[in-house]
């Protein structure tokens, strides 16, 4: 069984810095190309990040270009998404996704439960 | 950015009613979409992929169909447990972009 479970959110002032993990298991890691999407208090699903299975490849929403890095420890089962200059419109449960294909142009198909990033002063 | 125009925002229907949702992409985007049903506090489910694609699982009352710019859900049979909220997702191009969504509720 496919299981994504993320951990790191919290709550963080404007201008700072968080780091999520999201570490996966069921399924072979380093096969699949991974996602993080968003969804802000209220609101609708927002795409974030795509990485490719090997890491090799990147892909950022405009929102984030610049500010956000999406990165992957195939040895660790791991998918991480290091938040810079946080800003309040980045407040949102930020879900890890598992895509069905290797290189990034495939659908999602497997969500963990989100983990809720709150930027406050 | 490819655009997703879904509709409606909001439907109201019940249990037995057959329900159509639309997306249309501001580009065509092959069969290259999926489907999405979310309830309150829980991660999004797939329902369908490459538009017309039944994930493992998924009741048989979900179908997708469309290519090109036009896609649809359709739930033939309405159940208890379908009242959601359905989003589509283009990933057929990044940035990967999704509908507004379309809350079902029971009328």
């Known amino acids: 069984e496919v299981q994504l479970l993320e951990s790191g959110g919290g709550l963080v002032r404007p201008g700072g810095s968080l780091r999520l993990s999201c570490a996966a298991s069921g399924f072979t890691f380093d096969s699949f190309a991974m996602s993080w999407v968003r969804q802000a208090p209220g609101k609708g699903l927002e795409w974030v990040s795509t990485i490719t299975d090997s890491g090799g490849r990147t892909y950022y929403a405009d929102s984030v270009k610049g500010r956000f890095t999406i990165s992957r420890d195939n040895s660790k089962n791991t998918l991480y998404l290091q938040m810079n200059s946080l800003r309040a419109e980045d407040t949102a449960v930020y879900f890890c996704?598992?895509?069905?294909?290797?290189?990034?142009?495939?659908?999602?198909?497997?969500w963990g439960q989100g983990a809720l990033v709150t930027v406050s002063s | 950015a490819i655009q997703m125009t879904q509709s409606p925002s909001s439907l109201s229907a019940s249990v037995g009613d057959r329900v159509t949702i639309t997306c249309r992409a501001s580009?065509?985007?092959?069969?290259?979409l999926g489907w999405y049903q979310q309830k309150p506090g829980k991660a999004p489910k797939l329902l369908i992929y490459a538009a017309s694609t039944l994930q493992s699982g998924v009741p048989s009352r979900f179908s997708g169909s469309g290519s090109g710019t036009d896609f649809t859900l359709t739930i033939s049979s309405l159940q208890p447990e379908d009242f959601a909220t359905y989003y589509c997702l283009q990933d057929y191009d990044f940035p990967f972009t999704f509908g507004q969504g379309t809350k079902l509720e029971n009328k």
């Open positions: 580009q065509g985007i092959r069969d290259d």
């Open positions: 996704a598992k895509l069905l294909g290797d290189s990034g142009y495939y659908s999602i198909g497997h």
